[in-house]
């Protein structure tokens, strides 16, 4: 059973639906049936759509969140790895100074036998 609704509507949308029902064959109320079904149906769309959004806007947040954290951990393993790389080559220098000594004292060494001079 169907209830009977009065509305006001504008002369030029009344004119459009007056137009479309005639072209038709549709009736007034099945084109306004139609077109109120039509929009709560895209109101429900529209919620789940903002309620998808939602979610994969906590997904995102939560992403960046362990983006950022994976970032300052590669930023403290790049730190450690540079020093550990400064350390070689400042031992390797070492190394250097110490066979540059080596080098230069072996000429000058005495036989054993001549320990005692």
Do not use: C, H
């Amino acid at each position: 059973m169907k209830k009977k609704v009065t509305i006001r509507i504008s002369k030029d949308l009344y004119d459009l639906i007056e137009t479309y029902s005639n072209q038709t064959g549709i009736s007034k109320t099945d084109i306004f049936e139609k077109a109120l079904r039509m929009f709560f149906e895209k109101s429900k769309r529209d919620e789940k759509q903002i309620e998808l959004y939602e979610k994969e806007n906590q997904q995102l947040k939560m992403l960046i969140k362990v983006l950022e954290e994976r970032k300052k951990a590669l930023e403290k393993v790049e730190g450690t790895y540079q020093k550990l790389l400064d350390e070689k080559d400042q031992r390797i220098q070492e190394l250097k100074e110490i066979i540059e000594v080596l080098k230069q004292g072996q000429g000058k060494k005495k036989p054993f036998w001549k320990f005692w001079d």
